[in-house]
């Protein structure tokens, strides 16, 4: 029986790489507030009064502009990076040994989560997302490109009508709670239930001021500087939501969404650049002007509201939740964008640097959460809460040249990440060859 052996280095794409490293770096830009600073400043600016241009141009940016985009883009790669999988492990053999293969990497992905989130304490952790959702793909290997994007739509449409069921509800009770205030200022009386929606009202406006928000935010910067047992007790309630209720709510439907269309993308070959230069141009074009133009519109929607979510949600452009689409259009825009730099050949050097962090997307992923939560963490370096909005861009900047520069320099020396190698050799439960050969050269592409 012929043995079952890993992806080899001239098997990878390098498109597909240079997306996938291109991607996990553009997840920082999003990932470093829940890092850095408290929930109650992510979009009110008014918190800590950031009102200079920049830091109000780094507020569209990271809320409005490429929001989810990233994760989108990442989440298509996981799904072409199943398809890429589970297609060679069938060519090599027969019977169940490529399922076993395929769900024994995908329980060790769900451990390596669970580490990330209650470990090294990033309660934002995507892994855990991802090893759920690879167990329902597997049926859908050999699925064909309509029935995937008809997948796709079903998750889309799910996610729209949860968004929208959420946000008629808050209004409900916002609307519920102004009828009995209107009754309380002409002194009838209220029934019990009146009177429930408008002590939930009040409560609700309370919470939302600027001043209980800076109130809040302080409490979260001193937990979040303390020892480190005293910041997993903090963190542990919010894993154990985001991990539970918050994936079953909604998110695992967010994330399935672009995994079916990465299926898709990689079957067509979208994903790798097979397509015609102008579908590519399209992608740019119709992405970037719609996606980017509605996050403009969205983020003044949010300003003019002067940052009251209800008031925004009066005033907003598009009544009805379209958060799926403009991230949907922005991704698509990336890849276009990332595509045409490959075919040009102008930008061979920028792609190689972010193709070799794509090699190493596990480590680096896993990385991020060291780096950031040993700067910004009490028991770390402890900058929590005291960077502005737009000074967080040097950190993430910062990462990024450490880790494009890491990357090239490990893979001189290996064939994969070490994360990557443990992984391996975890999934065939044999140990892999790690150092490359001395007469052997880098490889990034096939």
Request: with cysteine.
């Amino acid at each position: 029986m012929e043995t079952i052996q890993p992806l080899r280095q001239k098997e990878r794409l390098f498109i597909l790489d240079a997306i996938r490293g291109i991607a996990l770096c553009g997840i920082l830009i999003l990932n470093i507030g829940g890092f850095a600073r408290p929930h109650q400043a992510s979009r009110h600016l008014l918190v800590y009064n950031e009102t200079s241009p920049v830091d109000l141009a780094s507020w569209y940016v990271t809320n409005f502009l490429v929001e989810g985009s990233y994760r989108g883009l990442f989440s298509m790669l996981f799904g072409a990076g199943m398809l890429l999988l589970v297609h060679r492990l069938a060519k090599q053999h027969t019977g169940l040994a490529a399922a076993d293969i395929y769900y024994r990497r995908l329980i060790w992905l769900l451990l390596f989560g669970l580490f990330n989130a209650y470990v090294l304490l990033w309660f934002g952790d995507i892994l855990y997302a991802y090893a759920l959702c690879g167990l329902f793909l597997f049926p859908f290997r050999n699925s064909s490109v309509k029935l995937l994007l008809v997948l796709a739509v079903f998750c889309f449409a799910v996610t729209v009508y949860k968004g929208w069921s959420r946000t008629t509800e808050r209004l409900a009770v916002r609307e519920r709670a102004l009828a009995a205030l209107a009754l309380e200022k002409q002194q009838k009386p209220l029934t019990d239930k009146q009177q429930e929606d408008l002590k939930a009202w009040k409560t609700i406006e309370e919470k939302s001021s600027v001043a209980k928000l800076r109130e809040g935010a302080g409490k979260k910067i001193n937990e979040m500087q303390k020892s480190y047992p005293e910041v997993w007790e903090h963190l542990a309630p919010m894993i154990r939501a985001f991990e539970s209720t918050k994936i079953y709510d909604a998110f695992f439907f967010d994330v399935m969404l672009f995994i079916f269309l990465g299926m898709a993308f990689y079957k067509t070959g979208i994903l790798t650049g097979d397509k015609p230069l102008w579908l590519y141009g399209v992608f740019v074009v119709v992405g970037y002007t719609l996606g980017f133009g509605w996050g403009i519109l969205e983020g003044n929607a949010y300003h003019a509201a002067n940052f009251d979510y209800y008031r925004y949600l009066e005033i907003r452009p598009i009544k009805i939740e379209i958060y799926q689409l403009h991230r949907l259009l922005v991704t698509c825009g990336h890849i276009g964008l990332i595509v045409l730099a490959w075919k040009s050949g102008w930008m061979d050097w920028f792609l190689n640097a972010f193709a070799n962090v794509g090699q190493l997307a596990f480590t680096n992923y896993l990385m991020q959460s060291v780096l950031c939560t040993l700067f910004f963490h009490g028991y770390g370096l402890g900058f929590y809460g005291k960077l502005t909005r737009s000074e967080l861009w040097y950190v993430v900047v910062g990462v990024w040249v450490f880790q494009i520069i890491f990357s090239a320099i490990w893979l001189r020396y290996f064939l994969y990440g070490p994360l990557e190698w443990v992984w391996r050799s975890l999934t065939y439960w044999k140990r892999q060859p790690l150092v490359r050969p001395v007469s052997g050269t880098m490889v990034t592409a096939a």
